[in-house]
């Protein structure tokens, strides 16, 4: 059922990061340009899609945080210019890692979390600028740093936390919703051979 559930999570979360949610960053900036000046004239962006995909990967199975993956990066790419299938690439790597890390660890997942998200989003931001400097584009590493990857990697690392409880409260809603299932037909079944 996550693997559906992928679809519209991850298509919405796509869409709010191509309207809404940079026009929002922008706005909060623009307010707390006057406490904090380094915001100033920042691009960093929330990565939404990334975040859903890190935080689901660490409690499932690996070949549903893969699905999530790969819709995950249809979904960027086509609000971006990338060619269709080029985030997903960066998605499944990251999925793949966090997945196989987090199987290891028993209790410290809240920190792995927070530790894996800047590292994730070096490595898309990395990835993604290699790709658009491939389609032609060119880009000052040192520019790149200070306007982009650090209010970025600041960003997901705000917004981490809130996606993970919705993440984990909708994955005990999909295994409460399948364990229940088979006790109530097992109990209406011993129920029915009473009568």
Same mark, same amino acid.
């Given at each position: ?14 869409? &709010? ?14 307010? =707390?340009? *006057?406490?904090t000046?380094?915001?100033?004239? #920042?691009?960093?962006q929330? *990565? &939404? ?12 199975e ?10 995950? %990066?249809?979904?960027?790419?086509? &609000?971006?210019?990338?060619?269709? %299938?080029? #985030?997903?690439?960066? &998605? ?35 990835? #993604? ?38 993440v984990?409260? =909708?994955?005990?809603?999909?295994? %409460?919703? =399948? ?17």
């Amino acid at each position: 059922m996550g693997r559906y559930l992928s679809i519209p999570i991850l298509g919405l979360s796509a869409a &709010l990061m191509a309207s809404m949610v940079p026009h929002v960053i922008d706005f909060l900036i623009a307010l =707390l340009s *006057n406490i904090t000046p380094v915001l100033n004239n #920042t691009r960093g962006q929330l *990565n &939404l899609v990334m975040l859903f995909v890190i935080c689901w990967s660490i409690h499932a199975e690996l070949t549903e945080s893969l699905v999530w993956a790969f819709v995950g %990066g249809l979904a960027l790419d086509l &609000l971006s210019i990338l060619p269709i %299938g080029a #985030t997903s690439v960066a &998605l499944i790597l990251i999925a793949f890692a966090v997945n196989g890390v987090a199987r290891q660890l028993f209790r410290v997942r809240l920190m792995f979390l927070i530790a894996v998200t800047p590292l994730a989003t070096l490595f898309l931001t990395t990835y #993604t600028l290699f790709a658009l400097a491939i389609l032609g584009n060119t880009y000052e590493v040192l520019t790149v740093t200070r306007l982009v990857l650090i209010p970025t990697i600041l960003l997901n690392l705000l917004a981490v936390m809130p996606v993970y409880v919705v993440v984990r409260l =909708l994955q005990h809603r999909l295994e %409460g919703g =399948l364990q229940i299932a088979p006790q109530s037909l097992i109990q209406g079944s011993a129920s029915r051979a009473e009568e």
